[in-house]
C-alpha cells in the first residue's frame, strides 16, 4: 500500500514513518505536518491509505473527511476514542489509532485492513502507459512529477537527483525508497543510478547512454542488465 499520514505534529508523523518502513504491507509512506498542503496532496490520488489526526489547526480530520474526493481508505488518530468513533459517519474511515501509538496497534490495523479487503490498491500505480505521477519533496515544495518524464535518477549522499525531460529535481531520499514508486521499465545499473529503460539509446555490459550521459553499470547489477537485453532482443 502507499500511504501518506497528515499530522501537524512532527513526533506523530516521524513516529508512523518509521512504523510504515517496518510494516511489509507499506510500500511507500509520505508525511505532512500541514492539514491544507495534506489536502492537496490527496487530490492526485495517488494513496491507498491515509493516516489522519483528528486535532489539527486550519483543517482538523473531519473537515478534510469532508473534502477529500480520492479513494483512499482512512486510519483515524487521536488521544479522544470518542472523536474517532464519531468520524465513522464517513465511508473511507476503516479504523484508527490512539495515542499515544504502539506498533503493535498500528500493524493490527494494517493486517485488518488487508485480511478484509478494505483497502483497494490504486491501479495508476501499476499503470504500464506510464500516466501516473509520483510526488517528489523538492525544498519546501511537493511537486507531482511525470513518471514518464524520468530518463534517470542518480543518487547522491542522502539526495537524489531526478533528471527529467524538463530538467533536474532534487529530493531528500534514498534510491531503493524511490525505485519501489517507479513501474517495472525503470531498472537499476549502479548502486547510485536507476534508469528509465524507455530513454536507453545504446548500451554494453559496461555502460549505458541516455544522450549525452553515459550511466555505468557496475557488476552487482551487470546480471540485471543482461536480462533485460535478453528479453528484448
Known amino acids: 500500500m502507499k500511504c501518506i499520514i497528515i499530522d501537524d505534529d512532527p513526533l506523530i508523523t516521524d513516529l508512523v514513518l518509521h512504523y510504515a518502513d517496518k510494516c511489509e504491507l507499506i510500500s511507500s509512506c509520505l508525511a505532512c505536518n500541514n492539514a491544507v498542503d495534506g489536502l492537496k496532496l490527496l487530490s492526485n490520488g495517488a494513496f491507498d491509505l491515509l493516516f489522519l489526526d483528528y486535532n489539527m489547526p486550519d483543517l482538523n480530520g473531519k473537515a478534510i473527511l469532508e473534502l477529500k474526493q480520492d479513494g483512499s481508505a482512512v486510519v483515524m ?3 479522544d476514542k470518542e472523536f474517532a468513533v464519531e468520524t465513522y459517519q464517513f465511508d473511507d474511515v476503516k479504523d484508527y489509532l490512539l495515542k499515544p501509538l504502539n506498533y503493535d ?5 494494517l493486517i485488518r485492513l488487508s485480511a478484509n ?15 501516473n505521477k509520483i510526488i517528489i519533496k523538492d525544498g519546501n515544495n ?9 530518463r534517470y535518477i542518480k543518487s547522491e549522499s542522502n539526495y537524489c537527483h531526478l533528471i527529467t525531460e524538463s530538467g533536474n529535481i ?17 531498472i537499476r545499473s549502479h548502486r547510485s543510478y536507476v534508469i528509465n529503460t524507455h530513454f536507453i539509446e545504446r548500451l ?3 555502460n549505458i547512454y541516455i544522450g ?3 550511466i555505468p553499470i557496475s557488476a552487482k547489477y551487470k546480471s540485471d542488465i543482461k536480462a533485460y537485453i535478453q528479453k528484448n532482443s
Open 77 to 79: 488518530i487521536t488521544s
Open 105 to 109: 496497534d498500528f500493524e493490527s490495523a
Open 117 to 131: 479487503d478494505k483497502v483497494s490498491i490504486n491501479k495508476e500505480h501499476s499503470n504500464p502507459t506510464g500516466k
Open 142 to 150: 511537493w511537486i507531482p512529477v511525470d513518471i514518464d518524464s524520468i
Open 170 to 186: 532534487m529530493t531528500l531520499s534514498n534510491l531503493s525508497n524511490l525505485i519501489e514508486k517507479l513501474p517495472d521499465y525503470f
Open 204 to 206: 554494453n555490459l559496461e
Open 212 to 214: 549525452s550521459k553515459m
